[in-house]
């Protein structure tokens, strides 16, 4: 089951969609995070699906919410944008899927002629400066993109994860341009967040969108960022270990089968 | 597949819905599954789902049953509740939303107007005398619930996994106010009950209803229903255990791919 | 997706259905196997479901056929019998509720009014000759099956996983009397048969028949059982070890996420 | 979800299906894969699934597309062929057989009389020049196919695990002839390209079919093919590894149940 609730119908025109969840450093929900605020873009839809992580999430004065993928606008001069952003991606890889066609149908719904999907690409041996990767999904925006300081090389990434790249590839089925940009970063472990990622990523964005941003308090929104990510991380993982700990146990017990 | 079998259809007015699952300490469970017994609470209706642990329990005399959520009514002098005690959560996380989709159908057939879920709240380092930590769902709660001896701080509390916390989470989408009460509890290993962090919330809980309970068999309760559950348990992770010990088997086969 | 398919559609009255699926020491399976071929029952219906472990079971001729649940029929003198055995079980818990109900609806077609589940009860420490012990499904049954040397007692058993507890559990909502016998055993590792266990339950089950079969047989059908059995459990076991194994390796990759 | 999208409608007369998808050794998809090439068959339908790995591929120029299954066919003398091959196989057991009945709904859209699953036979402790060895659907295969140096004995063999083998037990139900032919490899880590494998099955497939085609490139091939599924699977592992490593990990936070 995925429901997407929408709080307002705007009226948009021209409109791009960016979309940047949780993931490899964190670079996607980073740098889209901090473009709702910097723009002050508008809440104006919430999607959940009982494919996210069976938890509520509590806020600072004691309310819980479901976890829930948020879409924001902001009316711009070029463009009208659709920001995509969340607490999660997905739990089972059927989850990943409909959560993309979920967000697909709302591109669809506003007749989003570009998908920008943000995030990070993991090197292990990564330090220094990140370029940023992309990955289309049709030969006529490599031609588009050849002037962005975005590396086509289909030998550096063989795969991309996720929400991310699924959007990519299953708006190529639907007929809609999607571009993914991937900052290089290290990577693990995966819940740190990236802010030097983030900003690789932006500095494109801006290029793309003909936007300006102030990217000076990216660092000290990535820090606020990540402490809440984690918690919701960190209760995943506890809640696997405790099960995959079951396997050390070793109780007298006498049983059925 | 889940099926709720009603065995009688009370007439109940000004509702209020106590839900205590195993969980954390199984608090939740002691303290819902005590106040049945207090108030000498009526079965009337049973939920079975397909996403439950695939086993029966064995009863004291030979007889066994599937694993299930029981509903219980009381009828009391300011409000009518229903209780929701049972053996298990999900194995899923769909599973986990269609159980609290399915219990919030209870509580909407019966036009409950406050829904509050027991648990536990683990922290490793704690010691001493549990506080109650409190969770709503919307703002007026915060003002309802202020005089209850109930924290709200969502620094001390991340997430709330499972059913407690998606009833609350859920219940706001539907309009139905609910608050989550979780005693402070060491939480390791979670198959070990902690009647004393039943205690705690009991005694809140006591307060908001306007009810007087003896509490003085709390501990007895709790070690005999801590019994039970842990067989469930138990065998849950034996299966688990079997699974995973396949790891370390080295058997010659051949095989085909 | 589960189908069972009819190869015939006999005429049965006052009719037992008797399941033994593969599970601990095998029991349940080598008993009904057993029973299947003294009786020279009659295979009527094959059940297949795509819960089942994706493969197909080579036979010794170099045909290969899907893993399936097989029903057989034996018309005796105060009862007709259905038989129920299968290379397998289910891998998920929807997977075992959804077979137990498709076999529950084969019982009702032809109004079964007494199920009896074989399997084994593992106990660790235990040695020399098992007992039967029993799970019924009322308080009737109890009654019913008092004089027949079945053990009950809901303390030396917690539950019962899988298909055998399972049809009792769902029987009892569908109004027909179950009861399961099982037969002590060491049970680990559970592939190894235990035809001592099988004597055991078909002891029982003979009286409750009062049918007479010779079972000098026993332990030799067992072992060559246990060699078909073994493979089909072997090939589950090492895909799972592959996808575990990939926990140990260290490989220099780049990944997105 | 799985949705098949045809790029044509060709008419087939007589039409044998060639199923070669990733596995043991990879000799299904090598095999499969070379025979397209060099019979220059044509893609005519693409095969998408919610039940894939949540990725997408990267191609060398920058292009990512959905991981997914390709049909094509080539119009030949005695035969018209459908040749399946692709990037993955499924990632649960109900995607399995959902994977393969899709796959047998575009079998019989072209009344495919034949089909014939080309893949790996993993022995430990196997080594020099690998046998074909055989499963089919029914008696009068063994007799058809008895004169190909395919070997016939279900002891050597115990089950045939994916797609290879459900289609053939599949196919049964649906009254289509099916053959498997297996080649025997070490199969040792099961990403390891098998050439020689490939080779082995080719040799009797080209006899089966009556086509002569040019073996010397295929180790070359094999190589490049090695390469691509490679990167997929690892980054298939490397999630895997990414879950499973939270067990190791022991970070202190509260959390609550």
Known sequence: MIETIYLEEPKLNNVIMIEGLPGIGNIGRIAAGYLVEKLKAKNFAE???????????????????????????YKGEKNDLIIVIGDTQASTPEGYYDLSNAILDVARKFDVNLIITLGGLAREEFS???RVVGAVNNEKLLERFKNYEIIFDGNLVGSIVGVSGLLVGLAAIRGIDAISLLAETTGFPIVIADPIG????LRVLMKILDIEIDLSEL??????LEKKIKKTEE??????????????ENKEVSYIG
Chains 1, 2, 3, 4 share one sequence.
Do not use: H, N, T, W
């Open 198 to 201: 983030a900003e690789a990523v």
């Open 128 to 130: 220094g400066k990140p």
């Open 235 to 248: 209760f995943q993982k506890r809640m696997i270990k405790e099960i995959l700990s079951a396997k050390e």
């Open 47 to 73: 999607l959940y699906s009982s494919d996210f992580f069976p938890s509520v999430i509590l806020q600072k004065d004691g309310i819980a919410r479901l976890l829930r993928i948020e879409f924001y606008y």
């Open 219 to 224: 660092e000290k929104e990535a820090r606020e």
